[in-house]
Each structure stands twice: as C-alpha cells, then as structure tokens.
Nanobody, 117 residues
Framework: QVQLVESGGGSVQPGGSLRLSCVASGFTFSRATMSWLRQAPGKAREFVARITSNSITIYDDAVKGRFTLSRDNAENTLYLQMNSLKPEDSAVYYC???????????WGKGTPVTVSS
C-alpha cells in the first residue's frame, strides 16, 4: 500500500532554513507526480510545490525563489529545501502523491514547521 513518511520539520527563526524529506513506498515513485502541501492552524490545506516525473517543478507564488523541490528516484525520496523562512510559513507540511488515472491522492501524516523569533 502507499506510504508517505515526512520528516525534517522543526522550529527555526525567521530567515532560517529547513529541509523536509518524504520517503515513499508502495508505488512506482519515479513515475509519480508529487507535491508538498501545508496547513496552518485554522486554515485550509494549501499547495506549496509540485514536481513531475521528469522533474519539472511548479511553485506557489508565496514560496517561489525561497523553496526548492527535488526528488531522488533511487532513494524514493522527495525533498523540500526551505530557505529564508518567514513566520507565515509555519504549518504542518504534507507530502502528496498526486491523483492520477482515477486514483485518489495520498498524504503522509505531515511534519510541523514553526518559524518564530
């Protein structure tokens, strides 16, 4: 079955950096489009970034230029490098296997990120 396990979250001061990881199993990772979403307390889950099977990336305007999404198909791992973090980046970050061919999306349990001075 599909499993997505996020890690790398934590507490950091504004301007700091974190790298999130998502280890995937139960499907052919190299062929999958993957995304990161985030959800702040009291807010809806929102799109952060997406990477296709051929490593084309798309970013939400709020993170463009600060976050970098990458993948290691040999390790079945998705990465999100987050630089110049802002308090408004604080949220639980979720790795998503994007829906395809009638198959619904899957998410991990998330990893929390807190940006505060």
């Amino acid at each position: 079955q599909v499993q997505l396990v996020e890690s790398g979250g934590g507490s950091v001061q504004p301007g700091g950096s974190l790298r999130l990881s998502c280890v995937a199993s139960g499907f052919t990772f190299s062929r999958a489009t993957m995304s990161w979403l985030r959800q702040a307390p009291g807010k809806a889950r929102e799109f952060v970034a997406r990477i296709t099977s051929n490593s084309i990336t798309i970013y939400d305007d709020a993170v463009k230029g600060r976050f970098t999404l990458s993948r290691d198909n040999a390790e079945n791992t998705l990465y999100l490098q987050m630089n110049s973090l802002k308090p408004e980046d604080s949220a639980v970050y979720y790795c998503q296997l994007d829906p395809t061919n009638g198959i619904p999306p899957y998410w991990g349990k998330g990893t929390p990120v807190t940006v505060s001075s």
